[in-house]
C-alpha cells in the first residue's frame, strides 16, 4: 500500500505561480511512477503530468508543456508539481496517483490522494 497525500494548492492571479507536492507514505516511493491529474467542475480527470520512478522519465499534457515541471526527490518520498504562468483553465482539483508504470498512471493508477484545490483567478 502506498498512501499519497498532496499539498500547497491554493487561490492564485493569473500569471502566478504554485508549487504543489505529493508526500507518500507505506512503501519505498522510488518503486512507483507517479503522476499528477486535474479535474475541474463539471468535466473528468485529465491526465497532467507523470514521472517514472527513477525520474528520469516525464511526460506533460499539451496544455501545460513549458508552464509546469514535475520532479521527484526519492530521499524524501516527494513529487513536486511546479505550476507557472497559471491560467484561470487550470482551476481544478488536482490530484497525485501512483502505480508501477507511467502509461498505468495515466490510464488507472492505483494509488490516489485526496486532492488539493487550485483556483487561479483572472
Do not use: H
Not at 500547497?8 to 508526500?23: D, I, K, N, T, W
Not at 511512477?33 to 506533460?60: C, H, M
Amino acid at each position: 500500500q502506498v498512501q499519497l497525500v498532496e499539498s500547497g494548492g491554493g487561490l492564485v492571479q493569473a500569471g502566478g505561480s504554485l508549487r504543489l507536492a505529493c508526500a507518500a507514505s507505506g512503501r519505498t516511493l522510488s518503486r512507483y511512477a507517479i503522476g499528477w491529474l486535474r479535474q475541474a467542475p463539471g468535466k473528468e480527470r485529465d491526465f497532467v503530468a507523470t514521472i517514472s520512478g527513477n525520474g528520469i522519465t516525464t511526460r506533460y499534457a499539451d496544455s501545460v508543456k513549458g508552464r509546469f515541471t514535475i520532479s521527484r526527490d526519492n530521499a524524501k518520498n516527494t513529487v513536486y508539481l511546479q505550476m507557472n504562468s497559471l491560467k484561470p483553465e487550470d482551476t481544478a482539483v488536482y490530484y497525485c496517483a501512483a502505480d508501477t508504470t507511467t502509461s498505468q498512471v495515466m490510464r488507472d493508477p492505483d494509488y490516489w490522494g485526496q486532492g488539493t484545490q487550485v483556483t487561479v483567478s483572472s
